[in-house]
């Protein structure tokens, strides 16, 4: 199997079977995001405990893309801080822009873990802000949307 089938195998398991699928009743932070180009929704729902995101929920429709990316955004930030969650999100927005992040063609998913696996949706410029919806999502949620 090749990287790339191992990546579009990541993706589909993530869209298929969304990890954190819901809501949270009593959320300290909710973000919602709408991406009308291609109509994909996200729903973000967060707990906090001392700095830390200890729950999250994530809802929402739209293409195969926003939402693996979610539920992957939803499991890279559980259980971190905000200054953590900030620089993974800076890191995977530079990583789907092209600015700045290298991955070790080596040692796949040694600089981002699965989320790498998103790092081929950069080649279609369109389809990049179906993968950064849930992160700016939750960024803005969180109040940190200045990452």
Not at 116 to 142: Q, S, Y
Request: contains cysteine; glycine residues 10%; aromatic residues 4%.
């Amino acid at each position: 199997m090749s990287l790339n089938d191992l990546y579009r195998e990541v993706i589909l398991d993530h869209y298929r079977s969304p990890r954190n699928r819901g809501s949270l009743p009593a959320a300290d932070a909710h973000g919602e995001g709408h991406n009308p180009l291609c109509g994909d929704e996200i729903t973000i729902d967060l707990s906090l405990a001392d700095g830390v995101v200890t729950d999250v929920a994530v809802s929402g429709q739209g293409c195969s893309i926003s939402q693996a990316s979610a539920s992957m955004m939803s499991e890279a930030i559980k259980g971190h801080t905000l200054d953590e969650i900030k620089s993974v999100s800076g890191d995977f927005i530079a990583l789907m822009t092209g600015d700045g992040i290298e991955l070790d063609e080596e040692k796949p998913g040694t600089v981002l873990g699965d989320l790498e696996a998103l790092a081929g949706v950069r080649e279609f410029p369109v389809r990049i802000k179906c993968a950064t919806l849930g992160w700016h999502t939750m960024l803005d949620a969180l109040d940190l949307s200045d990452a």
